[in-house]
């Protein structure tokens, strides 16, 4: 478990009131970290110390598992990345497992910021995971 500071308690209480302000339901694990099923998804709001004491919050959806690396699954995960405003892919090589991200700035964040970076994750993880799983095989996050 991360070291808890008085910033990281500030910004899990934040979080608290704009989830329940903005979702109404969302899961709290004993870590402190969040999250949301939609659809097919499972997307993780998980506040951090960054740097020189400030925090972050990465919002992330793990798509897809057992998806073996690959010149084709990389090109077309990049390429997708270009088509992007909000949001990227990335490829973890240790648990074969593809995953969509974004990062927002703890002290800046507004409601409005945190919803619209989640709703977006959410729906397109939902979209994109069924993509990579007819391209490059493998499960579904949520499959697991």
């Known amino acids: 478990m991360e070291k808890v500071t008085p910033k990281l308690d500030i910004l899990r ?6 989830l329940e302000d903005g979702l109404g339901q969302y899961v709290q694990d004993k870590e402190g970290d ?5 659809e097919s998804v499972r997307v993780f709001v ?4 960054w740097t020189d004491g400030k925090t972050i919050v990465k919002i992330f959806s793990i798509t897809n598992l057992d998806v073996m690396e690959s010149a084709a699954l990389f090109k077309f ?3 997708e990345n270009l088509k992007l405003l909000l949001g990227h892919f ?10 969509f991200e974004h990062v927002l700035l703890g002290e800046e964040m507004s409601k409005e910021e945190l919803l619209t970076a989640l709703s ?11 993509i990579i799983r007819q391209k490059f095989g493998g499960i579904l996050y949520t499959e697991a």
Do not use: Q
């Open 13 to 18: 209480d934040k979080l608290i009131g704009y």
């Open 34 to 38: 969040f999250s949301i099923f939609y």
């Open 46 to 49: 998980c506040p951090r110390e």
């Open 77 to 79: 995960l990049v390429t």
């Open 90 to 99: 990335s490829y973890d090589e240790d648990n074969l497992a593809v995953w």
């Open 120 to 130: 977006t994750i959410a729906i397109l993880a939902d979209k994109y995971d069924d």
